[in-house]
Every structure is written in C-alpha cells, then in structure tokens.
C-alpha cells in the first residue's frame, strides 16, 4: 500500500471510546496515572479553578510513552523481529527507547542534530543497550526522512510520533484520566501540539464525553503548522519554522490528526517563543516545576483567554519536563526580550576621553544595567562603534533610555526590532 493510499484509508479514522479504554489497558503496565493538580497560583490570577495535568511526572517525563508503549506493544512478532526505527526532536525517542527496554526490541531512534544533549542522553539511558540513537539533520523532518529512508532500505518497522492510529489511541487516554479525576464538568482543556497527536487523541475522547468542554490548542508561533493547516484545510509544509520550542516544532502536522483536530478543536492560540520562555521562569520560581517549552505552551496561553476562562474550570496539559539546563540562559534572554527588559543597540561612541563615562553616568537610569558591551575602535574616525545590551528595570524605562542617549549625542541604531542583524551581531 503506498503512503498515498495509507492516508486515503485512515482519512475517516476517529478513535472510539472503545479503544481508547483498551490502550488504558494496554499501557497500565508501564504508564503512570499522573495527578490532576489544581493550582492556587494561576486559580488566583484568573479566577478561575485551574488544574495541572502533570505529565511532566511520567517516568521518562512526557505523555509520549503513552502512545510509543501502546503502538509498538500492538505490533506482530515479523514486524518487530529486525528491530523498529523512529524519528523524534527527544520525547518520543524516549517513549520508543523505554518501550524497547521494557519488551526487549531492538529500536534505531533518529533524532536532528540539534537536539539538546540531555534528550539524547537520556535516550540512550532509557533504551539501555536496546537502542541505537542516529543524529540526522537540523529539524525532526530532517530526521523524519532519514528514518524513512532507513526503513525503506532494511524493511524495519516505523513508530510515527502522531499519526498513526495507535499512537493517538495511546496519547488520547490523557484525556481519559482526566475525565476520571475531575470532580467538576471541565469548561476549558489548553493543549500543546506538535504534529498533532494529543490534540486530536485528548480532543476526540473528550468531545465524545463532554462536547460542551472547549478544547482549545496551543502552537509556538514560530511553528504554526497545525493553524495553518486548519485554515488552509490540508496538511501544508512550512518553509521555515523556530527549533526552540523543540517538543512541538514540526513542519507539518500528521495527515489522520488534521481532520480529527478540524472536528475537535475549538480555537488554536498561537504563543510567542519568548512568552513560553517567561512561563518557563515563572513555573520554576513560583511553583518549582521545570517544564521544557511544549510543557509551557499550554499555561502561556492562559493569557489569551483571561476574561472567558473566569469563574470556570480550566485544565491545562503540561506534557513533558525534559529540559537542558544549558538552555537556561537563552530561556532567560528570550523572556527578557519578550518582556521588553532587554534592550541591544549599536551606539556610535565618540572616540575621546570620557566617553563612556558620560554615557554610564548620564544616559543609564538608575536601575539600568549594561549587560552587554563590544566595543571596536576604529583608528582615524570620531566615532567608535559599540555593540552594547542593557536590561532595564520596568518595559517603560526604555523610553526614558532613548531620549537620553539623543540627548546627549549618542547615536545608536536600535537591533531588538532588526532580527537577522540582531542575530549576527548577538
């Protein structure tokens, strides 16, 4: 059967509550029923009764080993007997490698290049001799079809991160327990999406219990190939997307989940990378929850939706906590960013003595910091270029910052707003 027909022959697939049940079954043996955890914090900035789904506390810290485990323990003794491959940007890499482990398969797990090092790690830990990890590519598609072409060259079988049928069964029984744990109806359920997998797995449980529950999904704006999808009402492939929201970045979403997610979805928010990375922080120093950026898509997106969500109940899906903590600093950056705290200019410094001290004392407010600070003199020219970042204290200091600095005669182009310069020069 070629992909074309495969496509063609699940295009009416929508999973029953039947086998939704079944892949509960299925999995108990290796899967957590993770808790569903109200939280006062975010009860109290929305008024609303908000709850944590917290799967983020599996044992390989993602919802992913729900549909691995569920799929691959489906598959036949021929199918398995030369070992079974997978793509993933670190997730389901882990699901994949945990179920191998655990039913003792041999897995080729293909991952891009840019993957942070602890998800490959951790891979490899999970899979404990079982898996074999191969690094391909700069974006999961990249991986995606170097995976493809392995198994179209060995005849191995592929585990598909979201569509796949199996797959959606296992990832939709999220939904199931928190049907089973709510003790209220549920007005609104937040969920990230990546290719589409839990949306539509959780959605069409849901929708098939409850139907007044809003579902309502959560894309990086960066990688809006769900929404795009959805208002063009075919699977489309984005020319470029932001890697740094890793766990939901794909290119295009799996042909069986769009029209499920066409039936289920109410709304798709689409957050700022930066604004993911302000939740990121904030989970961690007020509820000490580390989260990856797909874990945070859904908490971001709370925002969007303060003035409907108020005096309702409101479960948002943390998916997965597999973070780097070497990301940490560019999670940083990326929020003081968005935040409108952090400021990159290239100032032209006159080149004589005290320069600079007019500018820290004169131009910086009192609660300014230089954070940043290049500075190349040019021999034979009144003015020395300075690549300088400054974090303020309040987004409104900004103002008060620029009219000093032309106050002063301090020529300075302004980089925030110019992002390919920004990006060579920073």
């Not at 179920?99 to 404990?128: A, D, W």
């Not at 007044?212 to 999904?217: A, D, H, M, P």
Request: aromatic share 8%; hydrophobic share 40%.
């Amino acid at each position: 059967m070629t992909k074309k027909n495969k496509i063609a022959a699940f295009s009416d697939y929508y999973p029953s509550l039947e086998a939704v049940k079944q892949a509960k079954e299925t999995i108990s043996e290796v899967v957590e029923t993770t808790p569903l955890m109200r939280n006062r914090n975010l009860s109290k900035q929305f008024c609303a009764n908000v709850s944590l789904k917290r799967e983020d506390l599996q044992a390989v810290r993602s919802y992913k080993i729900r549909g691995a485990y569920n799929k691959i323990k489906s598959l036949t003794k021929q199918q398995v007997s030369g070992g079974i491959v997978c793509s993933s940007a670190g997730n389901h890499a882990q699901g994949v490698a945990f179920s191998c482990k655990e039913l003792h398969i041999n897995g080729y797990i293909y991952m891009p290049t840019t993957t942070p090092k602890q998800k490959v790690s951790q891979v490899k830990m999970f899979g404990q001799g079982f898996v074999e990890v191969v690094l391909k590519g700069d974006t999961y598609d990249d991986a995606y079809n170097a995976a493809m072409d392995e198994c179209a060259r060995t005849g191995r079988t592929f585990i598909h991160p979201f569509d796949d049928p199996q797959i959606i069964e296992g990832q939709a029984t999220v939904g199931l327990e928190i049907y089973e744990q709510a003790d209220k109806p549920i007005d609104y359920i937040f969920i990230p999406i990546g290719g589409g997998g839990l949306a539509s797995g959780l959605g069409a449980y849901i929708k098939q219990i409850t139907p007044e529950t809003k579902i309502i999904g959560v894309e990086p704006a960066g990688a809006p190939a769900m929404q795009q999808a959805m208002e063009k009402g075919e699977v489309v492939e984005l020319p470029e997307i932001d890697k740094f929201v890793d766990g939901a970045a794909v290119q295009r979403v799996g042909s069986i989940n769009l029209p499920i997610c066409q039936r289920v979805l109410d709304d798709i928010i689409l957050v700022p990378e930066g604004k993911i990375c302000t939740k990121i922080l904030e989970l961690y120093n007020y509820e000490a929850i580390v989260v990856e950026p797909a874990g945070a898509l859904s908490i971001a997106a709370l925002d969007y939706y303060a003035d409907q969500i108020i005096g309702k109940n409101v479960v948002c899906v943390l998916s997965g906590s597999n973070n780097d903590i070497t990301r940490t600093e560019e999670i940083k950056e990326r929020s003081l960013l968005y935040e409108g705290l952090k400021h990159y200019f290239i100032v032209r410094f006159p080149q004589r003595a005290g320069a600079l001290k007019t500018f820290v004392g004169e131009v910086l407010g009192p609660t300014d910091d230089i954070t940043h600070f290049e500075y190349k003199k040019k021999t034979a020219r009144a003015m020395g270029p300075v690549v300088i970042g400054i974090e303020v204290q309040k987004p409104e200091d900004f103002n008060g910052l620029q009219e000093r600095m032309e106050r002063h005669g301090f020529v300075a182009e302004y980089l925030n707003e110019k992002p390919d310069l920004f990006q060579y020069l920073i």
